[in-house]
């Protein structure tokens, strides 16, 4: 947690509310910690590096397309502390997050005394990207301000920048103990491997996280995306998050439109992968204006697959338009900052008027006009997936294909492993994930511990009886042991010290007294109803009369009597487990878990309306 979340109370009182984060944002804050620098040589310093960061940006990131906002870095005065602040809102697209710290650590590189700290509204993130194999005492509560990057690796203030005490540092501290005590930070390869781990694949992310689509756009719009293709972000956002009163200008009638669906021609736009998944998945109807568009375009295809392409490309065409529609409303009162150079250049265009559109000759001339990128990417294959999430135990026949491509089968290997080596983990006990050096209750006394250490000792899970339970409340068969089985299991009861059997003898009475009262409690809850766990004779019967006659329904139901006490079936168990693994919507969960524990592989739930 950042110290800045903290509420800071003074004499007077409550003094404000913390500054926190907004959410999908990142801020990266950039230090000139050097002895023999002079104060006034701090402030050139500090512009060659803003300078240096700029004009790398524009050489490894030249082309890509933000979600919200870029990189960008400014002169920032607090307190004492002079240096340089920035902040990048990157929406859904959580890879502008990472292409931020891949050009803070490149910039580390080129600058001796640069130490750069970054977070976001989770905190100290490269931190917990490292989590799995961070100091103990390294706890999210202890971590702000202790993870800095300097010369192209990961550093951390150790306890003693804190004097010892464990708590979280405030920016002043960490940057006094960077300068006195520089030396003393600790850096781990490990740490390093794992905070870092995302950015193995840069600078070729930059270019792989690009896709080009053909679509059918309004020429003006054209014009638009070749002077600055990077206007399609807000463009996409404003679609993505239309609301009623946003679709106004596209339902009116009387309202002019600033990209009517005329003169529409086929050219290549460039998208980044997350905008064009937020466009290609959005389920929109054709405004009036566009309706008469489909009905022409599809009746003069020629076959149905050029039907199927012509469709495709004139939908995401259509989507992309109505999204600039929307943003024209307002583009010059928003505060990003590619709305507004969006705002002056369709002024401008439409001071100068149709003699600045390109022509069909102009479009033929530009490079990549015609590029049309495979979309096989956006396919979730949910048999690949889930072999992928079985890690070391799924079963892996027939094809080598995996889900997604390298990085996406990289990265999701490496979250079950993570998750699978914590479940393996041997040194965890009853209580779960270890929580070191947390507060405890001193006024448990010495006897008490003790008592509840004996406890721990007799508790255990016999994996094989809970399966036994599950099995006979479901109604299968039970797998009986094998004669090896009883003779082991025979064994292991002999084993046990005598001193057992004395401890039992002395809680006889116990036992006794607590059998007699579930007995009281059992026949008062019978007596009420509350143990009735089969459906009622009539409301079987009323069920059955859908589909039959009554008379039917009660020779059905007569059926299912005798079958109930031959094979003692739980009707609400087995009918609660199945409304448990069909409310996880195809994803983990409770039930999912236990009955693939039990080897028990239930069938993907299907739409009701198929199924009907």
């Known amino acids: 947690m950042d110290s800045e979340d903290r509420i800071e109370l ?18 990266y804050l950039l230090f000139i910690l050097d002895h023999q620098l002079e104060a006034r040589s701090l402030l050139s310093d500090l512009e060659n590096v803003r300078k240096t960061a ?29 240096y340089l602040r920035g902040a990048t809102d990157y929406g859904d697209a959580v890879e502008d997050e990472w292409l931020v710290v891949y050009l803070l650590r490149e910039l580390t590189r080129s600058f001796p005394a640069l130490w750069v700290r970054v977070f ?32 192209g690796k990961l550093y951390i203030l150790p306890l003693a920048a804190s004097s010892g005490v464990k708590r979280p540092l405030t920016l002043t501290e960490a940057v006094n103990y960077i300068k006195s005590s520089s030396d003393d930070l600790v850096h781990s390869a490990f740490v390093e491997a794992e905070a870092f ?83 290609k998945s959005q389920r929109f109807s054709p405004p009036p204006i566009w ?49 507004r150079e969006f705002a002056m250049l369709l002024e401008d265009l439409e001071e100068d008027g149709v003699q600045v559109l390109p022509t069909n000759e102009d479009m033929e001339a530009w490079e990549d006009v015609k590029r049309d990128d495979d979309e096989s990417w956006l396919d979730i294959n949910f048999e690949d997936f889930e072999k992928e999430l079985q890690g070391n135990r799924g079963l892996r026949t027939g094809d080598k294909g995996g889900f997604g491509d390298a990085s996406a ?133 009323a069920i059955e009369a859908r589909d039959g006659t009554e008379s039917k329904g009660k020779g059905k139901m007569d059926g299912e009597e005798s079958g109930e006490e031959e094979v003692d079936i739980d009707y609400n168990l087995a009918k609660n487990l199945l409304e448990s693994f069909k409310s996880q919507a195809g994803m983990a969960g409770p039930a999912g878990n236990i009955l693939g524990m039990m080897g028990l592989q239930l069938p993907r739930d299907e739409d009701e309306e198929d199924g009907d």
């Open 10 to 27: 003074s004499d007077s009182g409550f003094t404000g509310f913390p500054r926190k984060l907004p959410e999908n944002c990142v801020e």
């Open 54 to 82: 700029t004009h790398l940006c524009d050489s490894i990131a030249k082309g890509y397309i933000w979600q919200r906002d870029s990189f960008q870095l400014r002169l920032e005065r607090d307190q004492d502390l002079i």
């Open 120 to 151: 976001d509204g989770d905190g100290e993130f490269l931190l917990v990207e490292a989590a799995n194999v961070l100091p103990k005492w390294l706890s999210p509560e202890l971590d702000s301000n202790r993870a800095w990057i300097h010369d």
């Open 197 to 279: 781990y995302r950015l193995e694949k840069y600078p070729s992310q930059i270019r792989d996280s690009i896709h080009h689509s053909l679509v059918a756009i309004p020429r003006k719009l054209v014009y638009i995306l070749h002077e600055n293709p990077s206007t399609i972000a807000p463009a996409v956002e404003a679609f993505y998050l239309r609301d009623p009163v946003a679709m106004k200008p596209l339902t009116s009638s009387s309202q002019d439109m600033h990209f009517p669906p005329d003169d529409l021609v086929s050219v290549s736009v460039k998208f980044t992968k997350v905008l064009f998944a937020q466009l």
């Open 291 to 339: 309706a008469t568009i489909f009905e022409a375009a599809e009746k003069q295809a020629s076959d149905a697959e050029d039907v199927q392409k012509t469709l495709a490309r004139l939908e995401m065409g259509m989507k992309l338009t109505c999204g600039f529609e929307m943003l024209a409303t307002n583009a010059d009162k928003k505060d990003n900052r590619l709305a």
């Open 409 to 541: 089968q990289a990265d999701l290997q490496k979250i079950v492993s993570r998750f699978e080596s914590f479940l393996n983990d041997e040194s965890a006990g009853l209580e779960g994930a270890e929580m070191e050096d947390m507060d405890e209750d001193d006024d448990l006394s010495g006897e008490d511990e003790e008592d509840s250490d004996d406890e721990d000792k007799v508790v255990s899970f016999d994996e094989e009886q809970f399966s036994k339970m599950m099995r006979e409340m479901m109604g299968l068969p039970t797998v009986q042991p094998t004669d090896s089985e009883k003779i082991s299991k025979s064994l292991k009861s002999a084993t046990i010290p005598s001193t057992a059997n004395a401890e039992d003898e002395d809680d006889d009475d116990d036992v006794d007294d607590i059998k007699q009262l579930a007995a009281q409690m059992e026949a008062e809850l019978r007596g009420h109803g509350a143990l009735k766990l089969d459906p009622e004779p009539e409301k079987a019967k």
